[in-house]
């Protein structure tokens, strides 16, 4: 809005003389013959810049508060035409002006001598000035008091007025009285051109819009351009084109700058050294390009549109481009991973979103915006990002293998989470690996791939680490154990269910880490239930119940199964089966003591018996592996025939069952009997028969993957028997 005025003693210029009454050379000396007062000396000097001085003080206070860079080199170009056309009286007075315009008297100016100029401007005034020019209101008064339109078209007769006196010959004898009075007017011109800087510096201040200020600048700069529409063929500078437009552009670009640099103007260079800092400065900026866009569209648009000039595509190109070169001087800046994230962003989806500025009914601009951020640069942010990130992610599973290793240390029992136990770890790590890949998504595909392959990648280390972290450790539990099972089974499911081609790679380890904490368990209940055998297919053991003790072992472990995920648990149950009925056989086929006669057929009875007794335990339990049924049922059936031509039809059963059966079993087996050399040959021939065969056919020892009698050991007492034999 204008500052409040005050009164101008100053004069407007004027002609000498209609433009149509073209000077003669008579004429010109009974003027100068009229005219030989002291103040007479002026003429042919270049008067009226005291004048035009307090004429312009008005809007020079604005502009010398407000004044950009730009609209001060227009009142320096003014100033050089204007102090190089002047030319000063021996005594050092100021000038009048062919226009009538007296400026200041100096102090070695006399009384005389002013009072001579001011009645020869009343003569002027007079004689020669046109019906619009005797109201007593001069251009830099219009200018002051923003009527821009009247005080264009004066200067727009004064031009005519200038260039038709030029076409007539009228400045033949003084050549340079016709640049004097020009370069006043382009002077004029040009504090016009600085009050449409001013106007558009204060449309988005405080003080709020003033549209008929604004409708009134629109309306000048349209007679500018019509008035002036293209350079003049004789390269005249009065007829130059204004080029207001441009100007009216450039003050809406530096008004978006200024406006732009106000957000986080009281922190001092440097200070958003931290996230929160950044966050608060970009939350201050979008919340002030976003009143000011909105204001725009309300208030500044409608008022331009009036006048048919377009407003709203400049101020949105202008803010547009102010908030591209803050960004580009806060991402200089930015440093860490947060404060990158932050700027990347507030870009893609906080500016960029279609909703930044609300219900949006302007047009799009006539051609797309450039990118808020340069290509180039946005690679780099991005770049750097993906770097502090790396760093950042192996941190957290840092901490994350800390936090486990301190529950075990404080030996925390794990919780239970629907049954089964459960460890923070599986949580930690999706919640870990979800984060960061949503928040990279939200930025670009590119940068959400890139996550993806880094929290891979470091997750399959965290593995490794975590596994022999847990190994080594002896404060973890039978739970524990179950616990980071079931972790490892989460993480399978959930991140490859999720994220199945940049996890892929992670199934095995997952895989691997989890056989490892099984056979961690398996160990505990081996350790605990070995000693039990050894009491098994002795002497004792016929009058004995001793498979009671193990079986209520394996009962008890089996509770701290139910605690742990099904699919992993049934196998880990499956192999306890396995390895019961395996060490049963061992027992069995290295006998401590040897049985013969009746206490030979009551161990098969009782091995027979404890076979179905095994099995119903694990039936019970929920185990799957019936095909461990009759194996033990086999050797009984072997040890207690009575019919020896029979053992060769058990044989063929026990072989068919388990194909990874060696010749060393079965002449273990064989040996339970004493049989006779002829009788084993005989068996021994046809048993190898059948395991050629099977080999053949199958191609390996262990059908559908089941091995039992390939991992039991029977020493050097049955090679030797096996050379006898």
């Known amino acids: 809005m204008p500052l409040p005025q005050t009164q101008a003693s100053g004069l407007e210029l004027h002609r000498p003389q209609e433009p149509v009454e073209p000077h003669t050379p008579a004429q010109g000396a009974r003027r100068a013959s009229s005219e030989d007062a002291p103040g007479a000396q002026h003429e042919g000097f270049r008067p009226g810049l005291g004048t035009l001085r307090r004429a312009l003080s008005r809007a020079s206070q604005r502009a010398s508060v407000r004044a950009s860079r730009g609209d001060a080199g227009v009142l320096r170009l003014s100033g050089r035409f204007l102090f190089g056309s002047l030319r000063r009286t021996p005594d050092n007075c100021p000038a009048v002006d062919q226009t009538g315009v007296t400026s200041e008297p100096g102090p070695a100016c006399s009384r005389k001598g002013s009072s001579k100029a001011k ?113 003049p063929a004789d390269g005249d500078f009065l007829r130059t084109p204004r080029r207001w437009r441009q100007y009216w552009e450039d003050a809406v670009r530096r008004s978006a700058e200024e406006r732009v640099r106000q957000a986080g103007a009281g922190e001092a260079p440097g200070a958003a050294d931290a996230a929160p800092d950044l966050a608060r400065l970009l939350a201050e900026l979008g919340a002030l390009v976003r009143r000011d866009l909105q204001k725009v569209q309300r208030e500044v648009h409608p008022a331009y549109a009036a006048a048919g000039f377009p407003a709203w595509e400049a101020y949105l190109r202008a803010f547009h481009g102010a908030v591209a070169g803050r960004l580009q001087e806060l991402a200089h800046d930015a440093r860490g991973c947060e404060q990158l994230y932050v700027l990347l962003d ?58 486990e290793q301190s529950r075990w240390a404080a030996a925390e029992a794990p919780e239970e989470l629907r049954g089964l136990y459960h460890t923070p770890l599986s949580f930690d790590v999706c919640m870990l690996v979800a984060e960061h890949v949503k928040a990279a998504g939200a930025i670009s595909a590119k940068l959400e791939a890139t996550t993806l392959r880094i929290c891979a990648r470091a997750l399959g280390l965290f593995l490794h680490r975590f596994e022999k972290a847990f190994l080594e450790s002896g404060a973890v539990t039978e739970p524990h154990v179950c616990a980071s099972i079931n972790a490892c089974e989460e993480l399978r499911t959930h991140l ?58 394996v009962v008890a472990f089996s509770g701290l199964l139910e605690h742990m995920a099904p699919p992993l648990a049934q196998e880990t149950l499956q192999q306890v089966h396995r390895y019961v009925v ?121 059908a559908g993957g089941h091995v039992l009698f390939e991992e039991i050991e029977l020493g050097t007492g049955v090679d030797m028997l096996v050379t006898c034999i």
């Open 346 to 403: 507030w870009a893609a989806n906080v500016y960029s979103s279609p909703d930044f500025l609300g219900s949006q009914d302007q047009a799009l601009p006539s051609e797309p915006l450039p990118p808020i951020l340069a290509p180039d640069l946005w690679a780099r942010l991005e770049d750097d990002y993906t770097s502090f990130l790396e760093t950042k992610i192996e941190s957290c599973f840092d901490g994350i293998l800390q936090l």
């Open 582 to 702: 395996r060490e049963y056989l061992a027992q069995a086929l290295r006998p401590r003591e040897r049985l013969r006669g009746v206490d030979r057929r009551s161990g098969s009875q009782k091995m027979g018996l404890e076979a179905q007794a095994i099995g119903n335990t694990f039936q019970g339990l929920g185990s799957q592996a019936t095909w461990l049924g009759q194996a033990i049922p086999c050797v009984a059936d072997i040890l207690g025939e009575t019919h020896k031509d029979d053992i060769r039809r058990h044989l063929e059963t026990l072989i068919r069952s388990y194909p990874d059966i060696r010749q060393d079993h079965v002449l273990a087996i064989l040996a339970l009997r004493r049989l006779g050399r002829r009788r084993n040959q005989h068996f021994l021939r046809h048993a190898q028969a059948m395991l050629r065969a099977a080999a053949k056919a199958g191609g390996s020892g262990a």
């Open 119 to 231: 009645e020869d401007v009343g003569r002027r005034l007079s004689t020669g000035a046109g019906p619009e020019e005797a109201k007593g209101t001069s251009v830099a008064d219009l200018i002051s008091e923003r009527q821009l339109l009247a005080a264009f078209e004066r200067l727009r007769h004064l031009e005519t007025g200038l260039v038709t006196e030029k076409a007539s010959c009228t400045f033949q004898q003084d050549p340079t009285g016709f640049a004097r009075r020009a370069m006043d007017v382009c002077l004029h011109y040009d504090g016009l051109a600085a009050e449409i800087c001013a106007i558009v510096r204060e449309t988005l201040g405080p003080d709020g819009v003033d549209a008929a200020a604004l409708a009134e600048l629109a309306r000048v700069v349209r007679a500018e351009e019509e008035a002036h529409p293209e350079p």
């Open 496 to 553: 490859l269910a999720k994220f199945p081609e940049s996890f892929g790679e992670l199934e095995k380890a997952l895989g691997a880490a989890a056989r490892a904490f099984q056979k961690r368990l398996l160990q505990g209940f081996q350790g605990a239930v070995q000693p039990l055998f050894r009491a098994l297919c002795t002497k004792a053991w016929l009058t004995q119940d001793l498979l009671q003790p193990l079986m209520d072992k």
